[in-house]
């Protein structure tokens, strides 16, 4: 019996301790005047939050409605903690926030307190435990939820597809993939930081964030969305700084692609009739310029946003609100560049990458036969998911694949930045863990699973490089790297002062003599960045007012690996000794027969003695110690004379020139060594007269 007694005691108790305390004046008879100042807050609460929900699932965001209801809760909260009405309503609140997993204790308290204090609580319930991973248990939710559920409206398409999430979240979760995600906290604030865009080297990152900006808050005291940007030291990101320049406004500016030289940005903004559209801004100099708004063809009369450039500069990828403003975005694609004044074709919906859900932000891969994209839809396990395609020949994409967990989870995982080699990506991620809100985080590809090479290899160091062999443990995504690409950056400047030179540079393909692409190097660092295909010969010339040009040669075979050249070039100055080697000159072995590889190098010597008609120069050749002096003195004469000839067949008056064979006596490398050999045969010119 005193055990009968006891259990029953303890059952009170807990029942007590559950017990759902409504906001009536009856149960705060002690405690009059307080109750009375509570529950104006709950009530006025209520106002908001009834506002919120009737936008949760129409385009326009909630978000605000819910946080101003937080305001008016969290006092409310103060006096009465044990409302199961009020525990519910505060969840709510958190679950359209981008702080989600703030919800999870609310709604687990509303749940316990009354089992029937919503007709939503059901669907709610099964949310929370989706969030969790609990999604056996989140299914049990849904399917009561949508038993019970006799609304006529649309609503239950939800509910499905929340069921059709835990059931990939079951399988996708059981297969993890071969990769880390780490949370960056040097680029992530208790505020939403998200939409990072990285560069090729990965090396210099742009992204968003809501943080205190010194412009006014909102009046629920958030912050106007601004770019920031930070750089890769030592393998630590620095502190990131507003972007420099007018691309920044009191409105929400959210970056969207960097273009792959990092010259150009897509970035979406709200216009003047509150809609969102897709602008572009430069970098010129050390400042980016005021963003410049596509024309109708793309920007419409609906919202357009997260952009990506395409591989090739000829199209733009998109996200634009479906007809109707309620059922989320589709993924678009604009017609081909027509013009060059910014004109586009009219876009088409890429039905492939598009669900009835939301889809976008989305990366375009510079192989140009991959996109990774995010998306509500497809057998996303909760919230958005980042999924990867490849284009079809003839049209059209792949099925979308889920790129898995731990890279996506029951939260909202979206936009997606790799590095060019294919080993890191960064995206972003409102899951728990981080400083609040959407967070910056790192994803590292593991790479092809490798066996120990002995048995008896250290078993955590193993359980590191090969997991544990686990049945389920075999999932595998491999993210397209540019391995076919070499990546050629540096800097432009001056040989004597060692200034940035801000300088034209021109990439040709040796064999056909066309060039290949044309830009200018920052005007404030004389940084460049450009990527090179594999299968072709590159002639590559540097031209800035003023100085010598400086060129580079590149022969990147087919099926060659991914490369980084980083090199800082040195531009000299046209005054009298000045020398520069002309590298993309090429002859035959033993021969001075002028190969026609040569053609668009010896053809920027002639514009420069044109551009500079009372220019003199001595062309000279040079060989390595490799055979006889006299030999080499021969051959190095006759390699000048015909570079001297080729000039004159376009023009080139011969008493500006100079032909001069030096053999190998004016080396500038070692000939120890086939590298200082190659550097020391070479056709160089000298300045003599200007």
Request: aromatic share 12%; net charge negative; proline share 4%.
């Amino acid at each position: 019996m005193k055990k009968f007694i006891s259990v029953l005691a303890f059952s009170f108790s807990f029942l007590s301790i559950a017990q759902d305390i409504e906001f009536k004046s009856a149960n705060f008879k002690d405690n009059k005047d307080e109750f009375k100042v509570a529950n104006e807050q709950f009530e006025l609460g209520t106002e908001q939050w009834e506002l919120g929900n009737a936008e949760v699932f129409v385009v326009r965001s909630p978000q605000n409605f819910y946080l101003k209801a937080l305001e008016y809760f969290d006092k409310a909260y103060a006096f009465n903690p044990n409302s199961a009405d009020l525990n519910f309503k505060i969840g709510v609140c958190h679950m359209y926030s981008t702080d989600k997993y703030k919800a999870i204790p609310y709604i687990k308290e509303a749940h316990k307190r009354n089992p029937l204090v919503d007709p939503f609580i059901n669907y709610y319930m099964g949310l929370v435990n989706q969030l969790e991973g609990n999604f056996k248990e989140a299914l049990t939710f849904f399917t009561t939820f949508e038993t019970e559920y006799k609304k006529a409206d649309d609503f239950i398409k939800f509910v499905k597809q929340r069921k059709s999430e835990c059931e990939a979240g079951i399988e996708i979760s059981a297969i993890p993939i071969r990769a880390w995600v780490d949370h960056v906290p040097e680029l992530s604030s208790k505020y939403d930081d998200y939409a990072p865009s990285v560069s090729m080297d990965g090396e210099e990152i742009i992204f968003t964030s809501n943080r205190p900006n010194g412009h006014p808050p909102n009046e629920v005291g958030v912050y106007d969305a601004d770019i920031y940007a930070s750089t890769l030291v030592k393998g630590v990101w620095q502190a990131p700084k507003a972007l420099e320049g007018t691309i920044n406004s009191l409105n929400d500016d959210v970056s969207n692609n960097l273009y792959y030289d990092g010259t150009r940005l897509l970035m979406s903004r709200q216009n003047a009739e509150g809609n969102s559209d897709i602008y572009e801004s430069f970098l010129k100099g050390a400042n980016w310029t005021d963003p410049i708004s596509f024309s109708r063809d793309i920007n419409h009369s609906s919202n357009e946003r997260f952009a990506s450039y395409s591989y090739n500069d000829r199209s733009i990828y998109f996200s634009k609100d479906k007809p109707g403003g309620n059922n989320g975005y589709d993924i678009m694609v604009s017609g081909v560049k027509i013009r060059k004044d910014r004109s586009w074709g009219l876009p088409v919906q890429e039905i492939d990458l598009s669900t009835k859900f939301n889809d976008g932000p989305i990366y375009m891969h510079p192989d140009g036969k991959t996109v990774y994209f995010a998306s509500e839809g497809f057998n996303s396990m909760g919230g958005y998911d980042i999924f990867y395609a490849k284009k079809i020949k003839g049209g059209g994409w792949t099925k979308p694949v889920n790129m898995g967990a731990p890279i996506n989870t029951p939260y909202d995982d979206y936009f997606f930045a790799a590095t060019v080699n294919g080993k890191f990506a960064y995206i972003s991620s409102n899951r728990a863990g981080g400083k609040g809100g959407f967070d910056i985080y790192k994803v590292t590809f593991w790479g092809d699973e490798k066996t120990p090479l002995y048995a008896t290899e250290d078993y955590l160091l193993a359980s590191v490089a090969k997991p544990i062999q686990d049945p389920e443990l075999v999932g595998e995504v491999k993210v397209t790297s540019m391995a076919n690409l070499t990546v050629f950056k540096g800097a432009t400047i001056d040989a004597i002062t060692k200034k940035p030179i801000e300088a034209i540079i021109e990439i040709t393909d040796n064999l056909t003599g066309k060039v290949v692409e044309t830009f200018t190097t920052n005007s404030a660092t004389g940084k460049f960045l450009l990527s090179l295909a594999s299968g072709a010969n590159y002639g590559i010339a540097v031209k800035a007012d003023g100085y010598l040009f400086h060129s580079e040669n590149f022969d990147i075979p087919d099926g060659s690996a991914y490369n980084l050249v980083n090199k800082t070039i040195e531009l000299k100055n046209i005054k009298i000794g000045s020398k520069i080697a002309l590298r993309n000159v090429f002859f035959d072995t033993g021969r001075s027969d002028i190969r026609s590889e040569s053609n668009a190098e010896l053809d920027r010597l002639v514009q420069l003695l044109k551009d500079v008609p009372s220019l003199k120069i001595e062309l000279s050749g040079h060989t390595d110690n490799t055979g006889s002096a006299q030999n080499n003195i021969q051959l190095s004469q006759d390699r000048a004379n015909a570079v001297v000839n080729y000039l004159v067949s376009k023009g080139i008056s011969k008493d500006r020139l100079v032909a001069k064979g030096y053999g190998s006596d004016r080396p500038v490398d070692s000939n120890a060594t086939s590298e200082g050999r190659q550097n020391n045969r070479r056709t160089e010119f000298e300045i003599t007269g200007n």
